[in-house]
């Protein structure tokens, strides 16, 4: 199975700041990289697919990119519901997931 | 508004078999342009993809390789939905269990997920 690392495990953010998340694969697995976003007791949700495809109805200020091993999803402005834990998953091979960013309030 | 449910016993005792069925409404578990998967959320585990089943003029499941030993996912086309079964479990298989579509299946994202079912294996 490809190991999917995403630093960091959490962090403290202000509405309003930038927020960069990392996620990293033990091989190259092109852009076949997706993320999620998931709040306390509901399932996930996509985020983005492919690297840097937003997902439909997502807002803007929500944006994936990199390829090979290295990705990042940033969150331009933090709004008060983006605070939730965010995973990468990779559909490379059979899909696996990263472990999660929890991203809380400073 | 496309929707999918899981239902099922939300305890199970050791060694005996979990069933899960998955409702689809809004689409159909035939289609030739989504794929039907089971995937599980535990603290010790994170999230693991468990299998999916999809129809391109035939049926094709695919399996995780930690559970494809005892794992079987069947659609059922009168009902409109997928089912899956995972044979002897034990406490290590506690965990909330998701139904999810995926669409392409090259890029193999989820892109509608059940609610979630909490599965306790514990006698």
């Known amino acids: 199975d490809i190991q999917m690392t995403q630093s960091p495990s959490s962090l403290s953010a202000s509405v309003g700041d930038r927020v960069t998340i990392t996620c990293r694969a033990s091989?190259?697995?092109?852009?076949?990289l997706n993320w999620y976003q998931q709040k306390p007791g509901k399932a996930p949700k996509l985020l983005i697919y492919?690297?840097?495809s937003l997902q439909s109805g997502v807002p803007s200020r929500f944006s994936g990119s990199g390829s090979g091993t290295d990705f990042t999803l940033t969150i331009r402005s933090l709004q008060p519901e983006d605070f939730a834990t965010y995973y990468c998953?990779?559909?490379?091979?059979?899909?696996?997931f990263g472990q999660g960013t929890k991203v809380e309030i400073k | 508004q496309v929707q999918v449910q899981q239902s099922g016993p939300g305890l199970v005792k050791p060694s005996q078999t979990l069933s899960l069925t998955c409702d689809i409404s809004?689409?159909?578990?035939?289609?030739?342009?989504?794929?039907w998967n089971w995937i599980r959320q535990s603290p010790s585990r994170g999230l693991e993809w468990l299998g999916r089943?999809?129809?391109?003029?035939?049926?094709?499941?695919d399996y995780a390789l930690s559970v494809k030993s005892r794992i079987i996912i069947n659609p059922d086309t009168s009902k409109n939905q997928f089912s899956l079964q995972l044979n002897s479990v034990t406490p290590e298989d506690t965990a909330v269990y998701y139904c999810?579509?995926?669409?392409?299946?090259?890029?193999?994202?989820?892109?509608?997920w059940g609610r979630g079912t909490l599965v306790t294996v514990s006698s």
């Open positions: 809004g689409d159909s578990v035939s289609s030739n342009s989504a794929a």
């Open positions: 999810a579509r995926s669409g392409d299946l090259s890029y193999w994202f989820f892109d509608l």
């Open positions: 089943t999809y129809y391109r003029s035939k049926w094709y499941n």
């Open positions: 998953q990779q559909s490379y091979s059979n899909p696996t």
């Open positions: 492919a690297a840097s």
């Open positions: 091989q190259s697995i092109s852009n076949y």
